[in-house]
T-cell receptor, first 119, second 114 residues
Framework: AQTVTQSQPEMSVQEAETVTLSCTYDTSESDYYLFWYKQPPSRQMILVIRQEAYKQQNATENRFSVNFQKAAKSFSLKISDSQLGDAAMYFCAYRSTLIARGSARQLTFGSGTQLTVLP | DTAVSQTPKYLVTQMGNDKSIKCEQNLGHDTMYWYKQDSKKFLKIMFSYNNKELIINETVPNRFSPKSPDKAHLNLHINSLELGDSAVYFC?????????????FGQGTRLTVV
């Protein structure tokens, strides 16, 4: 079974600065998807960014980018020019591409990192 | 127009009651899910379901049962509610194949059992 580990329960960053959230995972599969979801106080789960394991290029979405190290099984999220609205719980998640296997469709989440943005 | 909607948003009920949470998605996705988020914010899969197969997480008590009247709906029914069932329950949907494979979530239902 796959596991996802986020070793930073809490992080803080000054507004306009850059912060990196860490995520490692364990899998025996060669192809999969990785995601970062954001959960603000409103409770809504919002997709921030996704990465396909077969792609060597790191995904970017505006101020959000990832550092995907497949061999190291590492998937960190970098937030540049942090804004007050970035304050939230951030979850790293894994999904298999092996659709033929029953449980493959689900997301396996890390324990989350609570990000505080300081004005 | 909300992509994944679940109702109610808040639910307070007494121990021993039976309750249901409804979920609907208008994205045309073929797979729907229920996740449980506990007090420490940890998210865990409870069920995944598409028109072919229901996958149940083995740790989920059989008091919990998903009911799918059609492809766009997956309701969660809970019998004999216990204090430990208090949590936030999220419905989600995704597409097995294609360009967009990420899961879309409802706004969550905070269940409080007293």
């Amino acid at each position: 079974a796959q596991t996802v580990t986020q070793s930073q329960p809490e992080m803080s960053v000054q507004e306009a600065e850059t912060v990196t959230l860490s995520c490692t995972y364990d899998t025996s599969e060669s192809d999969y998807y990785l995601f970062w979801y954001k959960q603000p106080p409103s409770r809504q789960m919002i997709l921030v960014i996704r990465q396909e394991a077969y792609k060597q290029q790191n995904a970017t979405e505006n101020r959000f980018s990832v550092n995907f190290q497949k061999a190291a099984k590492s998937f960190s999220l970098k937030i540049s020019d942090s804004q007050l609205g970035d304050a939230a719980m951030y979850f790293c998640a894994y999904r298999s591409t092996l659709i033929a296997r029953g449980s493959a469709r689900q997301l396996t989440f890390g324990s989350g990192t609570q990000l505080t943005v300081l004005p | 127009d909300t992509a994944v909607s679940q109702t109610p948003k808040y639910l307070v009920t007494q121990m021993g009651n039976d309750k249901s949470i409804k979920c609907e998605q208008n994205l045309g996705h073929d797979t729907m899910y229920w996740y449980k988020q506990d007090s420490k914010k940890f998210l865990k899969i409870m069920f995944s379901y598409n028109n072919k197969e229901l996958i149940i997480n083995e740790t989920v008590p059989n008091r919990f049962s998903p009911k799918s009247p059609d492809k766009a709906h997956l309701n969660l029914h809970i019998n004999s509610l216990e204090l430990g069932d208090s949590a936030v329950y999220f419905c989600a949907s995704s597409q097995d194949r294609g360009v967009v494979v990420e899961a879309f979530f409802g706004q969550g239902t905070r269940l409080t059992v007293v």
